[in-house]
T-cell receptor
Framework: AQTVTQSQPEMSVQEAETVTLSCTYD???????LFWYKQPPSRQMILVIR??????QNATENRFSVNFQKAAKSFSLKISDSQLGDAAMYFC?????????????????FGQGTELSVKP | DAGVTQSPTHLIKTRGQQVTLRCSPK?????VSWYQQALGQGPQFIFQ???????QRGNFPDRFSGHQFPNYSSELNVNALLLGDSALYLC?????????????FGPGTRLLVL
């Protein structure tokens, strides 16, 4: 079974600085998807960034980028120029590829989360 | 373009009661997944519905059941509520139109069981 581990329960960053959140996962699959979701105090889960395992290039979305190390099974999130609105709980998530014949691949497996605070 | 909506936003029940939570998927999406998020934890997958059938299920007892309607909206039913069922229940929708099938979440329903 796949597992996702976030070893940093809490992180803090100064406004305008850069912070990196860590995530490791365990799987025997060669093809899969990785996600970072943000959950602010409102508890709405918001997609931040997505990475396909078959793509070697690291995904980037504006100030958010990932460092995907497939061999090490590591998937870290870098937030550049941190803003007060970035303060939230961040979850790393794994999903197997879809296999509709066997109804597989639908579920997201989440880590325990990292609480990010941003200091003005 | 309306996102995923859920109702109600908050709910208080007592042990032994039954509850029904509702979800309307994002426009163009045909698949609905339900997750339970206890306080301080990551979400846990309950089940997924597509074409009005349960396609995949997580490690939850039969007290948790669901339904999907022809308009793709979905319900989550929980019978014989336990104190441990208190949690945020998240609905996520997606579209089976390719490999990626990114899931987009609703605002959640907060259930408190007394």
């Amino acid at each position: 079974a796949q597992t996702v581990t976030q070893s940093q329960p809490e992180m803090s960053v100064q406004e305008a600085e850069t912070v990196t959140l860590s995530c490791t996962y365990d799987t025997s699959e060669s093809d899969y998807y990785l996600f970072w979701y943000k959950q602010p105090p409102s508890r709405q889960m918001i997609l931040v960034i997505r990475q396909e395992a078959y793509k070697q290039q690291n995904a980037t979305e504006n100030r958010f980028s990932v460092n995907f190390q497939k061999a090490a099974k590591s998937f870290s999130l870098k937030i550049s120029d941190s803003q007060l609105g970035d303060a939230a709980m961040y979850f790393c998530a794994y999903r197997s590829p879809n296999n509709w014949i066997y109804n597989q691949g639908g579920k997201l497996i989440f880590g325990q989360g990292t609480e990010l605070s941003v200091k003005p | 373009d309306a996102g995923v909506t859920q109702s109600p936003t908050h709910l208080i029940k007592t042990r032994g009661q039954q509850v029904t939570l509702r979800c309307s998927p994002k426009s163009g999406h045909d698949t609905v997944s339900w997750y339970q998020q206890a306080l301080g934890q990551g979400p846990q997958f309950i089940f997924q519905y597509y074409e009005e059938e349960e396609r995949q299920r997580g490690n939850f007892p039969d007290r948790f059941s669901g339904h999907q309607f022809p308009n793709y909206s979905s319900e989550l039913n929980v019978n014989a509520l336990l104190l441990g069922d208190s949690a945020l229940y998240l609905c996520a929708s997606s579209s089976r139109d390719g490999r990626s099938e990114t899931q987009y979440f609703g605002p959640g329903t907060r259930l408190l069981v007394l």
